[in-house]
Each structure stands twice: as structure tokens, then as C-alpha cells.
């Protein structure tokens, strides 16, 4: 796909200084000082602390707040009966980045300041979403308030558990939260949904572009693998006749390593591993270990699903060891709305940038909200593509560049 190009000019609109100095605070809540990462986490202190700030900066900005039964906060500008909502997320992996969500949100925010203190007449009305736990953290769980919003979070996955037993539910009541019946958080009102983040990749790095229009959402699929074996001492066991889970587990995860080098679009990638006993004069009993796979074709993703769970027992089966899985999470991959598409593209043009489609590998709330809504997403330039990491960073100059084009883009939609 490609788009047109011109060379028309517009002038900044936001407030640049007050954006960064916003971006700046809200970083600094669960910051480690040790690494500069960010441990924001749902349904914890500092997560409430920044829920806390972000509803302050949308009361500056002129909108009503609330909050719905699953802790998506809701920033309302204008009372018009259409819907056009800008969103994000406010959480954070373990020891992330400044930007990643957070930048989605506080942009909006600015954007709707900025049509508020100019008194711009507007036909439609704005909301602005700091979504429910889009990192899935806590729970190894996911996007949840997107989820909810787009009629797809089903109490059996509220009963999903943390490390301490918890569960979604559990963690929600104790925040004064009321997710049922999850029918009430449901929206079907939502004219367009648009989102801004960072790419967390390096395609417009190399492209040396400061935006990019993407064009769809590669979805992930989260499974939870464990191979079980027998626990023996690790003196008195010969090599010949043990049952050791870690390197069964071992060479199972080089097998989805080698099952997708052969692959284009495809990605699949172990992140979680839990050894037990974890002894050191112990052989392994029991492992588990996450995998997540991805694609923009929910049809590769299955056949992918069958093709590395057929792989693994046939490892256990040599190794003399079970394997049994789970799903974790599934979400469907999503399409953005070619009318979005283009009135990004023709935003960017009046910055004289060369309008790019793209590719999302990594998952977003867009991708749910696609069930319920039109969207379109821009993503900004990550330096060396690095993302989920203290390491994270977007110039403030492609900041400024692709919040005035959101601004011009919602404005154009909201006329």
C-alpha cells in the first residue's frame, strides 16, 4: 500500500513543553533508581498514584472523568452523541520504558486540552481511555479492559491468578471496582477509535521517518507449557535413565526456535520459565514456560499452535517426559479502517512526510476495540527499536511531529 505525498506546511498547535513535562512526571511514578526502569503494575500503589495524575491532566483539559467496572479511566470532552475515542495504557512491564503507553495517552490529553483552550467547535464528541491493563503483567493475562469495553472479557478469565493466589476479580474488589455483569463496560457507540504509540521496532528508524500509518495488528497468542518428569537426586541418577524436564524443556524451546527461523512474519518467543524444585543437586521435576506467538493471519497462528504443540510431544515422547498446555490468552488479529489510513496520511503530508504503512508485531488495545469500532493507529520512531526496556526513547522532536498530526487528523474527523 502506498500513500501520496505533498509539501504543504502547518504550524505547531500543542503545548510541546507542557506535554514532555507531563510525560517526565508520570515516569517517575514506580521508577526504579537503581536501573531507570518503570514497575507500574495494575492494581497496585503506583498504579492508583498515576491513575491519580492522569485524572488530573483530564480535568485540566476540560473533560468529565469516570471510572467504568473493570478501571478503564474515561475522560469526556463535549456532550454530542457520536464518539470518536483516543486511548492507550498506563501500566508497564517489569522494569519498562517511559513511553510505551504512557505517551499514547498523555498526547490525547494534550490534544484535547489544546481544542478546549481554543474554544474549537467540534460536531462529535472526544474520549479520552487510559485502559485496564494492557501489559498483562500480574495475571499473565492481558489488554483486559480493551477486552471488557469490546465485549470480549468473560468471568471465567476474572478468575485468572497472580503469583500470590489472587485474582483479577480478587485485586478489583479490593480497588472498589464492580466489573459485573461485564455488560455494563461493554461500548457500541464508538464512531472511530484512534491510537498513537511507539513503533518498538526499527522499521522507521531505517526508514529515517519520524511516523508511520499502520495497517494492521499482528495478534498474540499466550500458552503455558508444562513438561513434568520425576525429581531424583542428582548424584544417584545415571544420565542414561533420567527424567529431567529442564532439558526436555530445553530442547523443546530450540525447537520453536528453529520452527520459526524459516518464517517471514511469524515470530514466537519463550519469556517465562519456572523450574521446580530449582535445586542444585536436584534433576528438574516440573517446568513451565510460556510461549508467544504471533502473526497477522490468525490462520498461521493456529497452524503454527498445532505445528509446535505436535513438536513437543513428540520431544517429551523421546525424553520419556509429559507435556501438557494451556491458553493463556488469545486475541484476534486486527485490520485498521483504509478511511483512517488515509486521513492520517493526509495529516502527515501537511508536515511534508513521506506517509508509511506498517506492520504491528506487538499487541494493543486497538486490536480489541476493532470488534466494536473502526480504528487507525500511528505509531512514532523508536530509537534502535528498543521498547520494554529502561533503554526506550523517542525524540521529543517525533513526539511533537506525530501528536500535532493526531491533533489534525482528530480534528478533521471531529468537524
Given at each position: 500500500?502506498?500513500?501520496?505525498?505533498?509539501?504543504?506546511?502547518?504550524?505547531?498547535?500543542?503545548?510541546?513543553?507542557?506535554?514532555?513535562?507531563?510525560?517526565?512526571?508520570?515516569?517517575?511514578?514506580?521508577?526504579?533508581?537503581?536501573?531507570?526502569?518503570?514497575?507500574?503494575?495494575?492494581?497496585?500503589?503506583?498504579?492508583?498514584?498515576?491513575?491519580?495524575?492522569?485524572?488530573?491532566?483530564?480535568?485540566?483539559?476540560?473533560?468529565?472523568?469516570?471510572?467504568?467496572?473493570?478501571?478503564?479511566?474515561?475522560?469526556?470532552?463535549?456532550?454530542?452523541?457520536?464518539?470518536?475515542?483516543?486511548?492507550?495504557?498506563?501500566?508497564?512491564?517489569?522494569?519498562?520504558?517511559?513511553?510505551?503507553?504512557?505517551?499514547?495517552?498523555?498526547?490525547?490529553?494534550?490534544?484535547?486540552?489544546?481544542?478546549?483552550?481554543?474554544?474549537?467547535?467540534?460536531?462529535?464528541?472526544?474520549?479520552?481511555?487510559?485502559?485496564?491493563?494492557?501489559?498483562?503483567?500480574?495475571?499473565?493475562?492481558?489488554?483486559?479492559?480493551?477486552?471488557?469495553?469490546?465485549?470480549?472479557?468473560?468471568?471465567?478469565?476474572?478468575?485468572?491468578?497472580?503469583?500470590?493466589?489472587?485474582?483479577?476479580?480478587?485485586?478489583?474488589?479490593?480497588?472498589?471496582?464492580?466489573?459485573?455483569?461485564?455488560?455494563?463496560?461493554?461500548?457500541?457507540?464508538?464512531?472511530?477509535?484512534?491510537?498513537?504509540?511507539?513503533?518498538?521496532?526499527?522499521?522507521?528508524?531505517?526508514?529515517?521517518?519520524?511516523?508511520?500509518?499502520?495497517?494492521?495488528?499482528?495478534?498474540?497468542?499466550?500458552?503455558?507449557?508444562?513438561?513434568?518428569?520425576?525429581?531424583?537426586?542428582?548424584?544417584?541418577?545415571?544420565?542414561?535413565?533420567?527424567q529431567d524436564a529442564l532439558t526436555a524443556s530445553s530442547e523443546m524451546i530450540l525447537a520453536i526456535e528453529q520452527m520459526l527461523n524459516g518464517t517471514t512474519d511469524s515470530v514466537a518467543t519463550v519469556g517465562k520459565l519456572n523450574v521446580e524444585p530449582n535445586g542444585v543437586n536436584v534433576i528438574p521435576g516440573r517446568v513451565t514456560f510460556t510461549v508467544d506467538?504471533?502473526?497477522?493471519?490468525?490462520?498461521?497462528?493456529?497452524?503454527?499452535?498445532?505445528?509446535?504443540?505436535?513438536?513437543?510431544?513428540?520431544?517429551?515422547?523421546?525424553?520419556?517426559?509429559?507435556?501438557?498446555?494451556?491458553?493463556?490468552?488469545?486475541?484476534?488479529?486486527?485490520?485498521?479502517?483504509?478511511?483512517?489510513?488515509?486521513?492520517?496520511?493526509?495529516?502527515?503530508?501537511?508536515?511534508?512526510?513521506?506517509?508509511?504503512?506498517?506492520?504491528?508485531?506487538?499487541g494493543h488495545d486497538a486490536m480489541n476495540i476493532a470488534n466494536v469500532a473502526p480504528i487507525g493507529m500511528l505509531f512514532v520512531r523508536s530509537k534502535g527499536g528498543i521498547s520494554h526496556n529502561p533503554?526506550?526513547?523517542?525524540?521529543?522532536?517525533?513526539?511533537?511531529?506525530?501528536?500535532?498530526?493526531?491533533?489534525?487528523?482528530?480534528?478533521?474527523?471531529?468537524?
Open positions: 500500500m502506498s500513500f501520496p505525498i505533498s509539501n504543504e506546511r502547518v504550524s505547531i498547535m500543542i503545548n510541546v513543553n507542557r506535554l514532555l513535562q507531563r510525560l517526565h512526571d508520570l515516569s517517575q511514578i514506580g521508577r526504579n533508581k537503581v536501573t531507570g526502569g518503570i514497575n507500574r503494575f495494575s492494581f497496585t500503589s503506583e498504579e492508583q498514584e498515576a491513575i491519580e495524575l492522569v485524572t488530573s491532566y483530564m480535568k485540566e483539559a476540560g473533560m468529565t472523568v469516570n471510572v467504568d467496572g473493570v478501571g478503564n479511566i474515561i475522560g469526556t470532552y463535549g456532550e454530542e452523541s457520536e464518539t470518536i475515542m483516543l486511548g492507550s495504557h498506563i501500566d508497564t512491564v517489569p522494569d519498562g520504558g517511559k513511553y510505551d503507553g504512557a505517551l499514547g495517552v498523555l498526547a490525547a490529553i494534550e490534544i484535547v486540552q489544546t481544542i478546549y483552550e481554543q474554544q474549537l467547535p467540534l460536531s462529535k464528541k472526544i474520549e479520552v481511555v487510559a485502559f485496564k491493563d494492557e501489559e498483562g503483567t500480574r495475571f499473565g493475562f492481558g489488554l483486559i479492559g480493551s477486552r471488557a469495553m469490546a465485549g470480549l472479557l468473560t468471568y471465567e478469565e476474572l478468575q485468572k491468578r497472580d503469583a500470590s493466589d489472587i485474582s483479577i476479580q480478587e485485586a478489583m474488589k479490593q480497588f472498589k471496582l464492580s466489573p459485573l455483569p461485564l455488560e455494563k463496560v461493554k461500548r457500541n457507540d464508538i464512531q472511530a477509535y484512534l491510537e498513537m504509540h511507539i513503533e518498538q521496532g526499527k522499521v522507521l528508524e531505517n526508514e529515517e521517518l519520524p511516523v508511520g500509518v499502520v495497517v494492521g495488528i499482528a495478534a498474540p497468542l499466550w500458552l503455558e507449557v508444562t513438561v513434568t518428569g520425576v525429581s531424583e537426586h542428582a548424584g544417584a541418577t545415571p544420565m542414561s535413565i533420567r506467538i504471533r502473526d497477522i493471519e490468525e490462520q498461521k497462528i493456529n497452524a503454527l499452535e498445532n505445528s509446535i504443540l505436535e513438536q513437543l510431544q513428540k520431544v517429551a515422547e523421546r525424553r520419556n517426559v509429559t507435556v501438557t498446555s494451556k491458553v493463556l490468552q488469545r486475541v484476534k488479529p486486527a485490520k485498521t479502517a483504509p478511511l483512517l489510513q488515509q486521513q492520517l496520511a493526509s495529516s502527515i503530508e501537511k508536515y511534508g512526510v513521506q506517509p508509511y504503512p506498517l506492520i504491528s508485531g506487538a533503554l526506550e526513547y523517542s525524540s521529543d522532536e517525533d513526539i511533537v511531529i506525530a501528536t500535532n498530526i493526531f491533533y489534525d487528523t482528530l480534528v478533521e474527523l471531529a468537524k
